[in-house]
């Protein structure tokens, strides 16, 4: 067919003047426009997804939301630059030449080309929708979280492998449901992504996270505060740092909860209950430093303030927080053992030879040297130790301990990330970081001049049992004085002014 534009000699003035081409007309248009249905198509069927969906996913928000309004938008972008530059180049050449990107549907060679065209479009849209529902699925799983998207997060993901809710999705505790967590997780999302590729993220990542949710939306979820756990049984297995690695146990009844079932909470969860709010002010980010608590019953609505001597000044109303599981549970995923701690599981599960003389300081020492990194931590780790061992009487154990104590170290300390349990303290207990001494210690007085109840060593736990062998077969229902394997007691000190999960100062 002859382009009208060009006529034939012979027709004279009679030819027909063409309609002014659309300037939408043209390739890159083209392009836009596919991508936009594309993305159209990919919008409807993730906002389909999300609200027929019973378990959201929180993820699915930031790929319906964000990243697929992005291509829309790309998409739309190229639409108009399409014509923008069409417009451009017609008015330049003022219809001298053809049009250079005119889509034209006469010309043959173009034809097989749109053909072409067309078919890819369509398997884009297919695509695009299948694209879309696999990253959904791909998005919310624990691997996306801790290896792909959040390397930096490496050390979470790996002690989160060891720990109870190994099994939970990171999801569920850091984003979860509902609109409103994820426009913050949404923005906090989009700020770590960027923070993640331009490389300056903190190392440590900060602790406790700022906006992390409730714990009434994520723990008790699964678990409920007015569940009656009764007493605990727990073994603390210890050695201590001397010649012969003297073992000492402690074996103790945790009173997690001592009510009667169906009487008023008494005991450790008694802070859950939903009749107490227990308020307190911190004064440092990491919330190790309580001058300032509130006990209000919710029942009659009467409160209580205890306060340090020090701190005489009303806290910021703002800089409240109310207690909830993750004051004292706040490593439920992410524990950094101490590398005593560590040391002393391996001693007990024998992996760490007690055959070596003072093998729990050694240890240790070879764990917390100077600027180890990731790279050279095995062999200076190897050389310490075989320092310490050079006896040829050694030779048959000390293998397999070195191996352990490299192994302990690669998993529980992170030198690139400067993570480990000295920037992560763990609020359960009080021994190597104040933890519950952060309130009960003598130090908080209400007006009336009275003490935080439970200060003293009996009312959370019993020593039912402690000290090494034989020993260790008798209990005592009504609780042992605990005997120190450091010596008498200081009453002044707390136990974490001495203990730090290292060496002992
Ligand atoms: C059972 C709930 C739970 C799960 C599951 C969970 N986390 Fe956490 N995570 C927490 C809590 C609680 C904190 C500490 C927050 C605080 O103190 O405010 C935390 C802290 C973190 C931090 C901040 C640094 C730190 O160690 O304190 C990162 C990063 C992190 N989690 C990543 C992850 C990743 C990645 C996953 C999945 C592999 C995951 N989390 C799974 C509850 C959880
Ligand atoms: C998706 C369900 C789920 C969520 C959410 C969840 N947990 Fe758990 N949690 C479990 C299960 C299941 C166990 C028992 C695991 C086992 O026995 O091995 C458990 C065990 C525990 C234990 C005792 C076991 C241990 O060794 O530590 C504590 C404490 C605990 N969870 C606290 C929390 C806290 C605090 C949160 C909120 C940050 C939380 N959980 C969120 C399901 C959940
Ligand atoms: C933020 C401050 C704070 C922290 C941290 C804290 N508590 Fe408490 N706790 C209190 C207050 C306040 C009371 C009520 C004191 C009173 O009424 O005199 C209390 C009461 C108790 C009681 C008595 C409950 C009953 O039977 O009536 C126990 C047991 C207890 N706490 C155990 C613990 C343990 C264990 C930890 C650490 C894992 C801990 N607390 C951490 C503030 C705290
Ligand atoms: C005052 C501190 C404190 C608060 C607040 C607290 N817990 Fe606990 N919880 C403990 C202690 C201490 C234990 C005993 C086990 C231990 O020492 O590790 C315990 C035990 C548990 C156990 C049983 C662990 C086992 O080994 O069977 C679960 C589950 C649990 N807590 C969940 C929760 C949940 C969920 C919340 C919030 C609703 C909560 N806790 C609030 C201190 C606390
Ligand atoms: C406010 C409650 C509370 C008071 C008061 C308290 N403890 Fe504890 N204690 C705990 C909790 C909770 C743990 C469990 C920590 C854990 O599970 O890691 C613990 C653990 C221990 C352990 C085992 C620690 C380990 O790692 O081997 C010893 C020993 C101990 N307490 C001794 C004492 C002595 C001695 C006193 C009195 C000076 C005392 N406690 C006062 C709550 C308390
Ligand atoms: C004056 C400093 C000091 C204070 C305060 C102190 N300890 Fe110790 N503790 C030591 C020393 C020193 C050892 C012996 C260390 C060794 O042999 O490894 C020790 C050993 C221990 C051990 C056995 C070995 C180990 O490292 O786990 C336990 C358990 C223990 N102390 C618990 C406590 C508890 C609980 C408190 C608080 C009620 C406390 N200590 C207060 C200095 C102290």
Redesign the pocket.
């Known amino acids: 067919m002859q382009p009208p534009s060009n006529p034939a000699p012979d027709s004279g003035a009679t030819s027909v003047p063409r309609k002014p081409r659309s300037h939408f007309n043209n390739w890159i248009s083209a392009i836009g426009a596919v991508f936009s249905a594309g993305a159209l198509v990919s919008f409807a069927f993730l906002v389909w997804m999300d609200f027929s969906q019973r378990e959201k996913n929180p993820y699915l928000g930031i790929l319906t939301y964000v990243v697929v309004p992005i291509f829309l938008i790309g998409g739309i972008a190229m639409v108009l630059f399409g014509a923008w530059a069409q417009r451009r180049y017609a008015l330049k050449h003022a219809g001298d030449r053809p049009d250079r990107w005119q889509i034209d549907f006469g010309d043959l060679k173009q034809r097989r080309y749109i053909f072409i065209f067309a078919g890819g479009g369509v398997m884009f849209l297919l695509l695009s929708a299948f694209g879309s529902y696999q990253t959904y699925h791909y998005s919310e799983s624990t691997q996306f979280c801790g290896e792909v998207c959040h390397k930096a997060m490496n050390p979470e993901l790996i002690t989160y492998k060891r720990g109870a809710h190994a099994r939970v999705d990171c999801v569920e505790c850091h984003i979860g449901s509902g609109a409103e967590w994820f426009v913050k997780a949404k923005i906090n999302g989009t700020h770590q992504l960027i923070a993640y590729t331009l490389d300056n993220y903190k190392r440590p990542i900060e602790t406790p996270i700022k906006n992390l949710r409730p714990?009434q939306d994520i723990?008790?979820k699964c678990?409920?505060?007015e569940?009656f756990?009764g007493n605990?049984d727990?073994n603390y297995l210890h050695f201590a740092s001397d010649k012969k690695n003297t073992p000492y146990t402690a074996r103790i009844l945790?009173h997690?909860n001592t009510s009667a079932p169906g009487g008023p909470a008494g005991g450790?969860?008694w802070?859950?209950n939903p009749d107490n709010r227990v308020e307190y002010y911190a004064t440092d980010d990491k919330r190790q430093d309580i001058p300032w608590m509130r006990v209000t019953n919710m029942k009659d609505g009467t409160s209580r303030t205890f306060r340090t001597e020090k701190f005489k000044s009303d806290p910021p109303a703002a800089g409240l927080r109310v207690?909830?599981?993750m004051?004292?549970?706040n490593r439920p995923a992410h524990t950094f053992p101490t590398a005593n701690d560590s040391v002393e599981r391996a001693m007990a599960s024998g992996a760490i030879s007690t055959k070596l003389p003072n093998i729990k300081r050694v240890a240790v020492q070879a764990m917390t040297q100077k600027d180890l990194t990731a790279a050279d931590a095995p062999a200076k780790i190897a050389e310490f130790m075989k320092g310490k061992y050079a006896d040829a009487e050694f030779a048959a154990v000390l293998p397999a301990s070195i191996t352990k104590v490299q192994e302990i170290f690669a998993t529980t300390i992170f030198p690139e990330r400067k993570a480990d349990w000295r920037v992560y303290p763990n609020n359960?207990?009080h021994k190597d970081w104040p933890g519950?001494f952060r309130c009960h210690d003598d130090k908080h007085k209400s007006s009336a001049g009275e003490t935080v109840r439970a200060s003293d060593c009996t009312t959370?736990h019993t020593i039912i049992s402690q000290g090494r062998g034989a020993e260790l077969e008798t209990l005592s229902a009504k609780g042992l004085k605990f005997a120190h394997p450091g010596g008498e007691l200081d009453p002044d000190l707390t136990c974490a002014d001495c203990h730090n999960g290292g060496i002992q100062k």
């Open positions: 714990a723990c008790e678990h409920w505060p569940k756990h605990i727990v945790m997690v450790i969860h802070h859950v207690m909830d599981c004051d004292c549970h359960i207990g519950c959370c």
